[in-house]
């Protein structure tokens, strides 16, 4: 990844927080009196952070390193953000404390308070019920869904504290920037204003609880590249009923009149339903995304696919032979999750450049120790991993243990959300 792009991110956070620490920046306060003031000023720009980085548009996702990257920021700022405000009423005890210590029980008590301050607890409250979807991933979707919007609810309710504790210019800011990220969102992303209408031209069983759709746009497609990926949400045909929800998807091959495939496999209630589309569904598609293996350098290269996360590498050898010495690994659970391998086969037996491994692994993760090449074998190698979370931090693991810088390991996960 190129350094500016790795660097926008912390820069991004850094401003939202500089700015209004910087314009309400106190003087002449007592130590803890101003540490809690900074707090308050601090937390709120690193929620506003965390508000943006929500946003799934192409050209933010391009500018600042992927959704991917996104999520895990947006994630970590709006805790850390969360943390600063939990402490902000803790420092501003302990300055009432020097005065007396009834007074400091006082303000931290919100039985004896007034409306700006229930206003506080209550955006606290929120922000609490909203960041236990951060540590909580097997919650169900629509479930997790609407916890995690009580994250925008607590930085409303936050904004309004600030306005009736009487400090207007930054709280209508703050008001007005956090409703627009949150409009934005619910229109743009949720609503699926910015997504492009397709349509299901076909569906190819691929695997025992796999299947590989064919989409035709209804306007103008997407400039997609091979091995991107995309949101996707199916809704009505003629006798199946979509959830409505959007997914990631990879691309899995680019066809002519900017056609393109995806590989949907039944891993929830969803995308179990999917395995049931049928030709004339109405989809709208949201992207692309994402540069995994879009900027391979002139090296040898392994490739480390999971299960479902062999559609990027289907993708780039669908889409032109491999120049360089390429390994592909293919592990999946069992002969019935083994989707595209005849087709894999057949593309390693006609490029010499090209070889598969496909190994069935059972539930476990395998023994990769003896499966992964040895550390000669490794030198010099780019290394592209896809699949699971468990399997592609075990590999990266074993990867690191055999001389492979972290720099030359790269991930495409989904978990996401």
């Not at 989809?283 to 392994?302: D, H, S, T």
Request: aromatic share 12%; net charge neutral.
């Amino acid at each position: 990844m190129h350094p500016w792009r790795l660097l926008s991110i912390p820069l991004l956070v850094g401003l939202f927080v500089a700015l209004p620490v910087y314009w309400a920046y106190p003087d002449d306060l007592s130590f803890w009196r101003a540490t809690g003031i900074v707090l308050g000023w601090a937390g709120s720009g690193l929620l506003l952070a965390s508000l943006l980085l929500m946003l799934r548009e192409v050209r933010l996702a391009s500018w600042l390193g992927g959704i991917e990257r996104m999520t895990g920021w947006h994630h970590w700022t709006g805790l850390a953000g969360y943390l600063l405000l939990l402490l902000q009423p803790l420092a501003l005890a302990a300055a009432a404390w020097i005065e007396s210590s009834p007074l400091a029980w006082q303000l931290l008590s919100p039985f004896a308070q007034n409306w700006p301050v229930w206003a506080g607890w209550a955006a606290l409250l929120f922000l609490m019920g909203g960041l236990c979807t951060t540590f909580a991933s097997r919650l169900r979707y629509p479930l997790w869904r609407w916890l995690h919007g009580l994250l925008g609810m607590g930085v409303l309710v936050g904004c309004v504290h600030v306005l009736l504790l009487g400090i207007d210019a930054g709280a209508v800011f703050a008001i007005l920037a956090a409703l627009l990220m949150l409009v934005w969102r619910l229109i743009r992303v949720d609503a699926g204003a910015a997504a492009k209408p397709y349509v299901v031209q076909s569906v190819r069983r691929v695997a025992e609880a796999m299947v590989e759709i064919t989409l035709a746009p209804l306007v103008r497609g997407m400039p997609a590249e091979a091995g991107q990926f995309v949101l996707v949400a199916f809704f009505w045909g003629p006798r199946y009923r979509g959830c409505g929800e959007y997914h990631p998807f990879t691309i899995s091959a680019i066809d002519k009149d900017q056609q393109f495939r995806i590989g949907v496999k039944a891993l929830g209630d969803c995308t179990r339903r999917m395995q049931a589309l049928e030709p004339g569904v109405e989809a709208r598609v949201q992207g692309p995304f994402g540069n995994f293996l879009l900027e391979r350098p002139a090296k040898p290269q392994l490739w480390v696919a999971g299960g479902i996360g062999i559609t990027p590498f289907l993708a780039c050898l669908r889409n032109a032979r491999v120049e360089h010495a390429t390994r592909l690994l293919y592990l999946y659970r069992s002969e019935a999750d083994a989707a595209f391998r005849d087709e894999l086969e057949t593309l390693a037996a006609t490029n010499a450049s090209f070889s598969l491994e496909a190994r069935a692994t059972g539930d476990a993760i395998p023994d990769l120790a003896a499966i992964l090449p040895g550390a000669d074998e490794l030198a010099g190698h780019e290394c592209y991993l896809c699949g699971p979370p468990g399997l592609l931090d075990a590999v990266g693991h074993v990867l690191q243990s055999r001389g492979v810088p972290a720099a030359q390991i790269h991930f495409e996960r989904f978990d996401f959300r």
